[in-house]
């Protein structure tokens, strides 16, 4: 009984979260990007920020390569907010409220992500347009295949992109604190029964890396080649309202 109980408190913990700070310069009341009393930069006209999740950079600077989306800049919150969904709608707003001084158009490259609707609600109120779907393993794969898959029955699916393939042990395994109590796994894990990693590059030391990932969390492991999916066609329609306006 003591060990079950002694279980259930490392179990509790996990779900405590401490407040990240926001970012220097990045207050809700900032209305330009001077953090010294200096004159606010001049605003950068025809061209277009987004504002990311940082966990989705490397695949965002990819599109922009493959599509010519020079005119598309990129700032990136902590990726580690995926571990404080009630967090992101602050720092979204925060970021908008300080970049819009600068940019004519920007765009929230977050999809729900766990916040239970309040970030769609924050954007409309601040009159951005944010990324389509649930989370990123839905828009990677397709908001429109996900849903089918969900409505087929795949609800015990643990689902992994490159980047928390790369991170694993940061973003999981420890925030979780398995590397200190192992023990801990099945109750975490007990509900899931597959792990699906959804690849956006194609590299087989990625693969075999997930499926060793799945041997930890003791889950079968299956593999899906998803490439961009819908961050992809939503970076390029936001590329193409621009165009269409100028």
Not at 52 to 61: D, H, P, S, Y
Not at 94 to 111: G, K, L, N, P, S
Not at 113 to 123: A, H, I, N, S, V
Not at 214 to 229: C, I, K, N, S
Request: charged share 20%.
């Amino acid at each position: 009984m003591a060990a079950a109980s002694q279980r259930r408190g490392r179990a509790a913990r996990l779900t405590q979260r401490a407040a990240l700070p926001l970012p220097r310069g990045k207050t809700l009341d900032a209305h330009s990007l001077s953090e010294d009393g200096l004159a606010a930069p001049e605003r950068k006209t025809g061209r277009i920020l987004l504002i990311a999740c940082g966990a989705l950079a490397r695949e965002i600077l990819d599109i922009k390569a493959l599509n010519g989306l020079d005119h598309m800049d990129l700032t990136c919150l902590p990726a580690k907010l995926h571990l404080y969904p009630d967090q992101i709608v602050t720092h979204v707003e925060a970021a908008v409220e300080t970049h819009r001084a600068v940019y004519d158009q920007i765009y929230v490259v977050y999809a729900d992500c766990g916040t239970g609707g309040l970030l769609e609600q924050k954007c409309a109120e601040l009159g951005v347009e944010m990324v389509p779907g649930p989370h990123c393993y839905a828009f990677f794969e397709g908001n429109a295949q996900f849903a089918e898959r969900t409505e087929a029955g795949e609800i015990t699916a643990f689902y992994l992109t490159d980047f928390l393939v790369k991170q694993f042990d940061a973003f999981i395994w420890r925030p979780m604190g398995l590397d200190k109590n192992p023990e801990l796994r099945d109750m975490i894990f007990g509900n899931y029964t597959t792990l699906v990693y959804q690849s956006q590059v194609t590299d087989p030391q990625l693969v075999e890396k997930a499926r060793v990932c799945a041997v930890r969390m003791g889950l079968a492991f299956q593999h899906r080649h998803t490439g961009y999916g819908d961050l992809q066609s939503t970076l390029t329609s936001w590329a193409a309202q621009r165009s269409t306006s100028d």
